[in-house]
């Protein structure tokens, strides 16, 4: 996964005009992958247009080209807005339809939740302590392991779904 050079773009735009979603399907909240192959094209060329353009830092849309055997096979997205104070990004990806169901998808969001958490969660501050979140070390009385045991407190864990937000609390 990377950036897409202008040259790649065509290639890119190539992939969405043969197709992302069986004819007549809506997956996503814009009807881009719906349209006819030529508005798909245009339409994805302009989307990556519009995001390295709109960049800034409080809101950015990085949008990777995912290359298979040096060909280009979808798009995976990281997004975030406000990220130093929410510290939350989203996910999203698309892959042309003669390359789903083969696990590219999985590996995809694998990899944009582990650039997320390695690269972003460092930028992000540790959210001050919550009257509910009990202080570090200590279980609990709900946990029924008893109070201030640090040992065998159970950890809570967030297990990612198909759309996944990610949030550095998560992580610390």
């Known amino acids: 996964m990377r950036l897409p050079s202008d040259g790649e773009l065509d290639a890119f735009a190539q992939v969405a005009a043969d197709g992302v979603v069986p004819d ?9 992958a719906s349209a006819p192959p030529t508005e798909r094209a245009r339409s994805v060329v302009q989307n990556h247009w519009w995001a390295r353009g709109d960049w800034t830092r409080e809101a950015w849309r990085l949008l990777l080209a995912v ?6 096979i979808g798009q995976q ?14 996910t999203g990806f698309w892959l042309g339809r003669r390359f789903q169901g083969q696990g590219y998808g999985t590996q995809m969001r694998a990899a944009a939740l582990a650039l997320a958490l390695t690269a972003l969660a460092p930028l992000v501050s540790p959210p001050p302590p919550s009257p509910t979140t009990p202080p570090r070390g200590r279980c609990p009385a709900s946990s029924g392991r008893g109070r201030g045991r640090g040992r065998g407190c159970p950890r809570r864990r967030r297990h990612p779904t198909k759309r996944t937000v990610l949030h550095s609390r998560s992580i610390h």
């Open 77 to 90: 997205n990281l997004s975030a807005r406000n990220f130093a104070t929410t510290g939350e990004a989203r």
């Open 24 to 32: 007549g399907a809506v997956y996503f909240p814009q009807p881009w």
């Open 67 to 72: 290359f298979r055997d040096g060909q280009v």
